[in-house]
């Protein structure tokens, strides 16, 4: 927010018109004693009789008395220059969108492709969290807090239209990580429950992924995992320039071919008592997305 000029009693600001109306008298004045000198003592002498009066003197002082006068009034007016950080009351339930961004989230059996798709539907999903404290978080072979928990939905919404399969340096879809950042981002707030949108196209499930829908669990944390992509699958086109047509290939050259993984998906939404929910060429049912959120309870902060 920039800084600007505010006053403590604006209403001071009024005697500033003032200025204008002596400034006026000041001329009238100035004219009336000219005709009044010029009625009553003949040019010859004019020069003797008002030789010490300096129409030059005497404007620069009544300027600095006007200009006193107008500073006067202005430090009565109270300036203040500056911000000043008002808290705020909010009510509302926090939610983490996650998004896997890895190179299999390129696989086009979703037009354009799954990436694109959870991108849309995640955008889509803010429109029902009107309110609510949002966050972002994109995973790949790790994953990074991409926007904090926040009501600013604007923010939130340019964060997801910027996530790429380059977002995530380290391949491979390891949704525990993902849960595991949720987690750590939700005990900083007092929440009794939290929500977590978890779109990705499925995976093996990680050594570490059953610990964390434990505490998931434990601590409340409501999951409503998103399948993205299609049980037929598909190749993965190759995300680099120069070889436009091309496929992303195993080490003995073949095209990689992937499909959707429900398992560990419905895994994940069973075990934090949360639902499941393909995306396919449909947008999100809105019916059951708005199921899961009416379990969150609101909170209220600051």
């Known amino acids: 927010m920039p800084s600007s000029l505010t006053f403590t009693h604006p209403d001071w600001l009024w005697l500033l018109l003032v200025a204008p109306v002596l400034l006026l008298g000041k001329l009238l004045a100035d004219h009336s004693g000219r005709r009044t000198l010029a009625a009553f003592t003949s040019p010859r002498l004019r020069r003797q009789l008002v030789s010490s009066s300096s129409p030059l003197r005497s404007w620069v002082t009544f300027l600095l008395q006007l200009s006193a006068l107008c500073l006067l009034i202005m430090a009565a007016a109270g300036p203040r220059y500056g911000q000043e950080e008002q808290p705020q009351r909010e009510t509302g339930r926090n939610v983490i969108i996650a998004i896997d961004s890895s190179r299999s989230m390129l696989a086009d059996d979703l037009v354009p492709n799954r990436l694109t ?61 993902a849960i595991k950042l949720a987690l ?36 409340n ?65 809105a019916g059951v997305v708005n199921q899961v959120l009416a379990a969150l309870d609101q909170q209220e902060g600051e």
Do not use: M
């Open 117 to 177: 798709r959870s991108k849309l539907a995640a955008q889509d999903l803010l429109s029902l969290l009107a309110g609510d404290r949002v966050g972002l978080i994109v995973f790949a072979g790790n994953a990074y807090l991409q926007a904090p928990l926040t009501t600013d939905h604007a923010a939130v919404a340019e964060s997801i239209q910027s996530v790429d399969i380059f977002s995530v340096p380290r391949g491979g879809s390891e949704i525990g990580r």
């Open 184 to 219: 750590e981002s939700f005990e900083r707030t007092p929440a009794r429950n939290h929500g977590l949108v978890l779109f990705s196209d499925g995976g093996e499930p990680d050594a570490e992924l059953a610990g964390y829908l434990k505490q998931a669990a434990d601590k």
């Open 221 to 285: 944390v409501i999951i409503l995992s998103i399948g993205v992509g299609t049980k037929a699958g598909s190749l993965i086109p190759d995300p680099d320039p120069e070889k436009p047509g091309e496929w992303i290939r195993d080490s003995a050259g073949n095209a990689v071919k992937t499909a959707l993984e429900e398992d560990t998906l419905r895994e994940v939404a069973r075990a934090t008592r949360g639902r499941y929910l393909p995306l396919n060429a449909q947008s999100l049912d």
